[in-house]
């Protein structure tokens, strides 16, 4: 079974356009070089009807062709920093939990809102409670730290009702913050919320994955998973087998789960190419790099449908 823990449904009026332009930056930046010459803004507004999936016709699809059994949807709440978009995130968590009830073999909802906002707990038991979403997504470069008060609230939810969480760990493009997702910020999750199973969405970062692995390698609590690192795997395949690598011996293949970030990945790797380059690693790793069967098939699945099994 492959299951891919982090994906995201987006739609017109459910995120700040913000969001979309700071993705837009990195685009413009390359069509300069090409001769082509756009505003960050209307990339931006182009990417929001490219990446418009709310009911998850084109997420199934990608599904399909890829061969992931079942994907972990969630939305994003960037509307405390940003000012909020024409669609309030509690309608936008009902809409996201009502496409996975409708393909509940496929899709698995998780509830994400900005721990600050007035009500945030009574939202999270609400959307696990009424509507069966099942985990807890965060996104800290919003502006708060992992550990900060308002956070923990939600936490000691989550630990009580048996819930897993993901959080946002590494870099983040324009205008959010990268200093309030760094990895030793979830050394105090850990402590403080021992039996809480918390996976590190992106492991950390491509670039702060080794202060992770030195968190997560002595706090048995904490899970990483590796959606975004297909610009790694493209860019350095060498260097992402290395970093895989470091995360087993030093993490264990039990605690490293796959993960797209779809879709704001699908023109950089297609989830096909994703799956097929971490299914080959024990066939094409470079020299001196070794995986095996079982461990990929943990990576791709077995730990996911664990942890997700496990309430």
Same mark, same amino acid.
Request: aromatic residues 10%.
């Given at each position: 079974?492959?299951?891919?823990? +982090? ?26 070089? *090409?001769?082509? +010459? ?20 084109? =997420?199934? $699809?990608?599904?399909? $062709? @890829? ?5 972990? !949807? ?21 809409? /996201?939990?009502?496409?996975? @009830?409708?393909? &509940? ?18 939202? !999270?038991?609400?959307?696990?409670? %009424? ?14 730290? &992992? ?6 609230? =939600? #936490?000691?939810?989550?630990?009580? @009702?048996?819930? &897993? ?26 402590? %403080?919320?021992?039996?809480? *199973?918390?996976?590190?969405? +992106? ?16 706090? =048995?609590? /904490?899970? !990483? %998973? ?21 995360? #087993?011996?030093? !993490? ?32 094409? @790793? ?8 079982? $461990?990929?098939?943990? /990576? ?12």
């Amino acid at each position: 079974m492959i299951i891919d823990i +982090h994906t995201h449904l987006f739609a017109a009026g459910w995120v700040p356009k913000e969001f979309y332009y700071g993705i837009a930056r990195f685009i413009t930046r390359e069509f300069a070089k *090409q001769g082509v +010459h756009q505003t960050n803004e209307e990339v931006g507004d182009a990417l929001v009807e490219a990446t418009s999936d709310p009911d998850g016709v084109l =997420l199934l $699809e990608e599904m399909d $062709e @890829a061969g992931i059994d079942k994907s972990v !949807v969630f939305p994003i709440d960037f509307g405390v920093p940003a000012g909020d978009p024409e669609v309030p995130i509690e309608t936008v968590n009902r809409h /996201i939990a009502d496409v996975a @009830a409708k393909h &509940p073999d496929r899709l698995i909802s998780f509830v994400s809102v900005d721990p600050r906002r007035e009500g945030a707990l009574d939202l !999270v038991k609400k959307c696990v409670e %009424d509507w069966g979403m099942q985990g807890l997504k965060l996104h800290p470069s919003a502006g708060f730290y &992992p550990n900060q008060e308002e956070v923990y609230r =939600l #936490l000691e939810w989550a630990d009580s @009702a048996g819930l &897993p969480v993901i959080i946002h760990s590494g870099g983040m493009m324009y205008p959010w913050r990268a200093k309030f997702s760094q990895a030793m910020f979830f050394d105090d999750i850990a402590v %403080d919320f021992p039996d809480l *199973q918390v996976i590190a969405a +992106h492991a950390g970062g491509m670039f702060g994955y080794q202060q992770m692995i030195a968190v997560a390698s002595i706090k =048995l609590n /904490i899970l !990483v %998973d590796i959606s975004a690192w297909q610009v790694y795997a493209q860019k350095d395949y060498a260097g992402f087998c290395r970093a895989l690598r470091q995360y #087993l011996d030093f !993490v264990g293949s039990d605690r490293v789960l796959f993960g797209s970030d779809s879709p704001s990945f699908r023109s950089i790797m297609s989830n096909t190419d994703w799956v097929g380059l971490i299914r080959d690693l024990p066939k094409n @790793a470079p020299e001196g790099t070794v995986f095996s069967r079982e $461990e990929i098939s943990a /990576i791709l699945g077995g730990n996911a449908l664990r942890l997700l099994t496990a309430k």
